[in-house]
Nanobody, 117 residues
Framework: QVQLVESGGGLVQFGGSLRLSCAASGSIFSINVMGWYRQAPAKQRELVATITRGGNTNYADSVKGRFTISRDSFKNTVYLQMRSLKPEDTANYSC???????????WGQGTQVTVSS
């Protein structure tokens, strides 16, 4: 099994920055892709960014140029650096892990990001 723990959320002003962390433990050898998702109140969860084991990244259009996903293999941690934050980025952010068969093997508990205008 894989366990994911997010951290780094909080309250930030418009234009500010935050860095989220997602630490993986357990059967991490099975992980092929890790991703960040977010869900705002009364909205569907949406993809923010993903990173593959090989380091390939993918971003939602709404965050391109502002957010950067990265990973530290030694720490088994994936980061989401968020810059130029906007009120519309306010959401609960969670990470997940996908195995080599495309199955979601874990979700984190989520961390709240609130951007004030």
């Amino acid at each position: 099994q894989v366990q994911l723990v997010e951290s780094g959320g909080g309250l930030v002003q418009f234009g500010g920055s935050l860095r989220l962390s997602c630490a993986a433990s357990g059967s991490i050898f099975s992980i092929n892709v890790m991703g960040w998702y977010r869900q705002a109140p009364a909205k569907q969860r949406e993809l923010v960014a993903t990173i593959t084991r090989g380091g390939n990244t993918n971003y939602a259009d709404s965050v391109k140029g502002r957010f950067t996903i990265s990973r530290d293999s030694f720490k088994n941690t994936v980061y989401l650096q968020m810059r130029s934050l906007k009120p519309e980025d306010t959401a609960n952010y969670s990470c997940n892990a996908v195995d080599t068969r495309g199955r979601i093997v874990a979700w984190g508990q989520g961390t709240q990001v609130t951007v004030s205008s």
